[in-house]
């Protein structure tokens, strides 16, 4: 492994004393919201989103260099065998914490 990066939450996403929103743009934060509506949504909506984004000539204008090579590069390396690891992803993302030995 060469480099790794990590996509983190302050908390979790149902925390009732967080503003998991808070400073998030309005696109963002109603993809985070519809993605409750689970699998069936993320695999007919959010996916070929994602895939006709990374489509675009450049999706990340705003991001330069390393970083954005990075971003796509594992972007793109994410869906590349059909939905089923970005599914598992998104809706992990909308669900409760719960560690092992709290179950």
Same mark, same amino acid.
Do not use: I
């Given at each position: 492994?060469?480099?790794?990066?990590?996509?983190?939450?302050?908390?979790?996403?149902?925390?009732?004393?967080?503003?998991? =929103?808070?400073?998030? @743009?309005?696109?963002?934060?109603?993809? *985070?919201?519809?993605?409750? $509506?689970?699998?069936? *949504?993320?695999?007919?909506?959010?996916?070929?989103?994602?895939?006709? *984004?990374?489509?675009?000539?450049?999706?990340?204008?705003?991001?330069? %260099?390393?970083? $954005?090579?990075?971003?796509?590069?594992? =972007?793109?390396?994410?869906?590349?065998? %059909?939905?089923?690891? =970005?599914?598992?992803?998104?809706? @992990?993302?909308?669900?409760? *914490?719960?560690?092992?030995?709290?179950?």
């Amino acid at each position: 492994m060469t480099r790794c990066a990590a996509e983190l939450s302050p908390g979790e996403y149902t925390a009732a004393d967080l503003d998991f =929103f808070a400073g998030m @743009s309005p696109d963002r934060a109603r993809d *985070w919201q519809l993605t409750e $509506r689970g699998e069936a *949504w993320v695999v007919e909506q959010d996916y070929p989103e994602l895939v006709a *984004w990374l489509d675009k000539p450049d999706p990340l204008p705003e991001v330069a %260099g390393e970083l $954005r090579e990075m971003l796509l590069h594992g =972007f793109r390396e994410a869906v590349a065998n %059909g939905p089923c690891g =970005f599914v598992d992803d998104a809706l @992990s993302l909308v669900s409760a *914490w719960v560690s092992r030995s709290m179950r």
